[in-house]
């Protein structure tokens, strides 16, 4: 068995300790397919791994990262072979199976989903989970009936790696686009990727009442707590919210009257076990639909060896758009 570069997560005495080293393919976990990793992605949920901030990783010792793109090596599953470039989101990897931040990694070919054709491996993870979660959460608003006829579409978070991509869809797609952020600085970055108005994340994140004035007609929430508490209160009647985050909190502290007075649909977005057809819809729709100049523009690139620094500007706001991990 040989060696390959990894960050590992590793639980002692002291807590959790993060290092850059050599990783033995003996230690892999099971797995019937083998993949050179050449690029990953940074999401929220990696930092919170990188960090220790929150309980996400649940096996020691872990190999943080939950999503790559790479190139087949070996592989037992008859759906793949080497020389296969494919693409990973999700399932538990990062948190419960070693995951991305190395060199290579070991898989169920289950999980994996062949790179949609128009896409480099770099811009797959430059649209990565977050991305992808975008997408699912602008089908659900779509399998809900709502079109860009119906109002206006919110997006909070909008600067981060969801909303930036939730914006730039929505806005590609004929929606007049309203973004959430609290970074005046990025008004001009969100108006290139399509927003048509900014609005300041504080008018959202206070407490608010109940019911509100009727403001967007569909929104997709990266947030979570008051701020989607306050989201619900001002979507139009029969209006959706899809909910794909938690950057303000797991609590929802809302009351029943959207949804009895005035119809809103709150749609959960689960981009981890979403299943195969769903999940190749959704990255064949991102790879037609997606602007890729603008995901150019949203997009910034380090090494492997940088990963360490970027969990705690994930958590602290101070990442814009994407990140790409160039693994090497």
């Not at 790696?161 to 797609?173: F, K």
């Not at 306050?230 to 009647?237: F, G, I, P, Y």
Request: glycine share 12%; proline share 5%.
């Amino acid at each position: 068995m040989a060696t390959f570069k990894a960050w590992v997560v590793e639980k002692g005495a002291g807590g959790q300790s993060l290092t850059f080293r050599d990783f033995d393919e003996a230690d892999f976990m099971d797995g019937d397919v083998t993949v050179r990793v050449t690029h990953s992605g940074l999401n929220y949920k990696d930092g919170l791994a990188l960090t220790g901030r929150s309980p996400v990783v649940r096996r020691w010792p872990m190999i943080p990262g939950i999503d790559f793109a790479g190139v087949v090596e070996t592989s037992d599953d008859p759906a793949y072979r080497p020389g296969d470039t494919v693409v990973l989101t999700g399932w538990g990897v990062g948190e419960t199976h070693l995951g991305a931040y190395a060199e290579k990694a070991r898989v169920n070919g289950a999980w994996l989903v062949p790179l949609p054709a128009g896409l480099s491996a770099e811009q797959a993870m430059a649209i990565g989970t977050a991305g992808y979660t975008a997408m699912l959460s602008l089908m659900a608003l779509e399998a809900h009936g709502l079109t860009p006829e119906h109002g206006p579409a919110l997006v909070t978070g909008a600067s981060g790696g969801v909303g930036s991509v939730a914006v730039a869809l929505l806005a590609r797609a004929g929606w007049h686009v309203i973004a959430s952020t609290g970074r005046d600085a990025e008004a001009d970055y969100l108006r290139g990727l399509g927003a048509a108005e900014i609005i300041d994340r504080a008018e959202l994140s206070v407490p608010g009442k109940p019911l509100a004035k009727e403001r967007w007609a569909a929104a997709v929430d990266a947030v979570g707590s008051t701020t989607l508490a306050n989201v619900l209160a001002s979507t139009r009647a029969d209006g959706a919210v899809a909910a794909c985050g938690l950057a303000q909190g797991m609590d929802l502290p809302t009351s029943v009257a959207p949804f009895i007075l005035r119809g809103v649909a709150l749609l959960g977005i689960n981009s981890v076990t979403t299943p195969q057809p769903k999940r190749r819809e959704a990255w064949a729709r991102l790879a037609a639909e997606l602007d890729l100049d603008k995901l150019a523009a949203m997009t910034t690139r380090v090494g492997l060896q940088d990963v360490d620094r970027l969990g705690e500007e994930i958590l602290s706001g101070k990442v814009r758009g994407r990140t790409v991990v160039t693994i090497a």
